[in-house]
């Protein structure tokens, strides 16, 4: 019988190989080899006649938490012990990142007042970031009062919308977890706003009414003396009090005579109250008390800046982190804090434009029921005509855009230059975009040959073709009369130096708007 000779990288060896037929009868001896059957027909013909081979090799593919190294023994124990089970792939489980959020629908009104509620000037946040230093001055102050049980007074100070009265809000639970823990007697607590006081001489009254003293007979005696008479004399409580007083401007009379005998009332030798005064103006203390400075007792300041762009950007975020799904494009919360810290950096007046762009949307959506066959599309141009509902359908809006966004700033930063910007021919605002970009940390002016240049490559990169200088130049004029431009004098156009008249700010605000310009201003 013909043996099989054994090849490299043949997988069947000596040991393994199987056993094939005698040669048919009538071939005479010939010596001429038979064709080698496959392996997979031998081992099909075995399976028929019921015969399995013990000591044939399990191909290490089929076994599981095997190896091809591993020995023949081995395999065949595996095998007996534990059956085959179909390899299946595991199931592919996407990145957190990468799972989609719930989207909002803005046609849902409970959603729909869930985000207006969220950014509500009313509603408290979970915590009031960006203000973290300034809390910890206000609370180790507080806390240094309390130990040593000595009155102090702190002035807080910064312009509107800058998280004072908040982060006072946030102080107050400070001190009580602080003196829990600490196992000291908690201070009285008295937070009012002046604004809501009848006369400016009442805050005494309300002072006075968180020590229960007996009813005084003579009724000719004011809260202030008795105040004073309280802070003058030894007492037997030694409880501090802490009087948050907010819109303390509001005390400031002619004489200035309430603040400065509100203020002095920590200078009383027994003294137990710490006065934390909260205005909008920096520099009250110096105008309106400066013979507190001469009596060595003039406030200690810490001053509120306004909020940056990234600080407004961080605060809308985790006010709407409470919602399960985007509101805002993340383009449309850059733009509205970019305008909101340039002007002021109020982060009321924030909120509030983002509300208002919540409103452009629900507008829209409302337009677009009322009209429900606007067509969206040219029907002269032979395109066939799309209604608003199969529109929407294939667009549908899911989040507040920037075009949102722009419509809501421009209601509440409104200007005439803005205006007159806007309804400019596309050119001269190609001019004034070209202009921005020149002056950019750069200098101020140029001359109009550079400027040219500058508004010839936004043509060419925007593939708008330009105009020749003479008509360039004409418009620069116009622009000078409309008071964007300032063109001075020379005998060669080329040569006039040109600035801007106007913020560069209105400029980007104005076409920010027309992504063609976003996009040459980025």
Request: net charge positive; hydrophobic share 35%; proline share 6%.
């Amino acid at each position: 019988m013909p043996s099989i000779v054994k090849r490299g990288g043949s997988p069947i060896s000596a040991a393994d190989a199987v056993a094939l037929p005698e040669p048919l009868a009538g071939s005479g001896g010939d010596s001429t080899p038979q064709k080698r059957k496959l392996r997979s027909d031998a081992l099909a013909a075995l399976r028929d006649d019921g015969a399995a081979d013990p000591a044939r090799r399990v191909s290490p593919r089929r076994c599981l938490n095997q190896s091809p190294n591993t020995p023949p023994k081995r395999i065949e124990k595996v095998v007996a012990d534990k059956p085959m089970k179909p390899n299946r792939s595991p199931a592919k489980r996407l990145p957190d990142s990468l799972v989609a959020d719930s989207k909002w629908n803005p046609r849902d009104p409970q959603q729909m007042s869930a985000a207006k509620e969220a950014l509500h000037v009313s509603t408290l946040p979970p915590s009031v970031s960006c203000r973290e230093n300034e809390q910890k001055t206000i609370v180790d102050f507080c806390k240094g009062c309390i130990k040593q049980g000595k009155a102090g007074s702190l002035y807080i100070c910064g312009c509107p919308g800058t998280g004072k009265s908040l982060s006072m809000e946030k102080v107050k639970g400070l001190l009580w977890h602080w003196t829990q823990e600490a196992g000291l007697q908690q201070p009285e607590v008295l937070a009012l706003n002046c604004t809501s006081l009848s006369s400016t001489s009442e805050i005494f009254g309300r002072i006075l009414s968180k020590y229960q003293l007996p009813k005084m007979t003579n009724d000719r005696t004011s809260a202030l003396q008795l105040l004073q008479k309280l802070y003058s004399e030894k007492q037997q409580s030694t409880k501090m009090m802490l009087i948050i007083a907010d819109e303390l401007d509001y005390l400031i009379t002619k004489d200035r005579a309430v603040l400065h005998d509100l203020f002095m009332l920590t200078t009383f030798p027994f003294s137990k109250c710490i006065l934390v005064g909260v205005a909008n103006a920096i520099d009250l203390a110096d105008r309106f008390l400066p013979r507190l400075q001469s009596l060595n007792c003039k406030p200690t300041i810490v001053t509120f800046r306004a909020y940056s762009p990234e600080q407004i950007i961080r605060i809308l975020q985790e006010r709407l982190k409470v919602l399960p799904y985007p509101v805002f494009q993340p383009h449309a919360l850059e733009l509205c804090a970019r305008k909101v810290a340039a002007a002021s950096g109020d982060m009321r007046k924030a909120l509030c434009i983002c509300r208002g762009a919540i409103d452009m949307l629900e507008a829209e959506l409302q337009e677009s029921t009322r009209n429900p066959y606007l067509s969206m599309h040219n029907e002269d141009k032979g395109q066939q005509a799309v209604t608003v509902p199969e529109f929407t359908k294939l667009q549908e809006i899911v989040a507040v855009t920037i075009d949102h966004m722009v419509l809501a700033l421009s209601r509440t930063f409104r200007s005439p230059v803005v205006d007159t910007i806007q309804i400019l021919p596309q050119h001269q605002q190609i001019i004034l975009c070209s202009a921005v970009k020149l002056f950019r940390g750069r200098q101020k002016d140029t001359t109009v040959g550079e400027l040219y240049k500058s508004y010839l490559d936004v043509c060419k990169s925007t593939q708008i073709p330009a105009t020749g200088f003479l008509e360039f130049s004409s418009m620069c004029r116009v622009l000078n009369d409309q008071g964007l431009l300032k063109v001075g004098q020379s005998r060669e156009d080329k040569l006039r130096r040109i600035a801007l008249k106007v913020d560069e700010a209105d400029i980007t605000f104005a076409l920010q708007g027309v992504r063609f310009f976003r996009n040459c201003l980025q």
